[in-house]
């Protein structure tokens, strides 16, 4: 069923209505807010993220939920979506330089044999990689090897997808115990998620999937740190976005071969778990869910980052 257009005055009224209090942050500044900085649907999913009163004069309502505390989770999202493109940029390249040196170090491969498998296999990224011919900062290259690609230039005009398919073939045909490929496509989903700006942390308390598998050599890796019951492991690694976000640190300190880059990037993602992250930590006093997950990532980032040191 279609819903009717609110203005911002009848958005704030449909929080209210909702059980969305405005003491911290009153009506006026909610309103410049989903005016200038956020907008109602946005800020609304994360309220997801806080139970419903079931019976009695409030039923249907949230319970102990503050507009502030919703405008907080979006502005730490927009944090967590920004440091996850970075990393999946380091990654990226990392990968692509695996994959060429043990390319170079490979006597049974030319760079042609490899791009041949690949195109035949997905036939559909002629099309992609034409496309970026046309337009795109890429041009000059397709336009120099189209029909002649080899490994070393293709990788340049790949999509992150459209990469991942070729690092997976060749690392079938050339198998590697290096190989990242069974974490990839987690990676990717995380990734393309923070780059569309999708919210990330809406589902902390009802996951989007439950259906899916656990990487098994992370889970593996998080039941070795210390502090976390194999009870809070499976529960917290059943989220998807949780479980993503876990794969591509483990991903980002195994590929990263710079040192120098791994400990800088542990140290930013430190700094806004424990700084900005919890600059207002008394929001979520009374939400066992947000607090839990918090706690969970944190042990585990720290564990990465005191390995960097």
Known sequence: MSKNKLTIDEQIEHMKNKGIMFNIVDEKSAKEFLTYNNYYFKIKSYAKNYE?????KNKGKYINLEFAYLQDLSTIDMYLRKFIIRMSLDIEHYLKVQLLRDFMNNSEENGYNIVNDFLSEYEYVKGNIIKKGENSACTDLVNKYTGKFAIWNIVEVLSFGDFIKLYEIYYKKYPSKYSMANFLWSVKFLRNAAAHNNCLLNSLRKP???EFSINKEVNTFVSKIPGITKVIRVKKLK????????VSLYVLNKIVTSNKIKYHTMKDLKGLIDGRFVEHKEYY??????????KFV????????????
């Not at 419903?52 to 009695?56: D, N, S, V």
């Not at 989220?239 to 876990?246: L, R």
């Not at 006093?285 to 918090?294: E, V």
């Open 52 to 56: 419903k009163h079931l019976c009695g």
């Open 208 to 210: 989007y999937n439950i």
């Open 239 to 246: 989220n998807p976005v949780v479980h993503d976000f876990i």
């Open 285 to 294: 006093k009374y939400n066992n869910c947000i607090t839990s997950y918090y």
């Open 298 to 309: 944190k042990i585990i980032v720290d564990f990465f980052y005191e390995s960097c040191i």
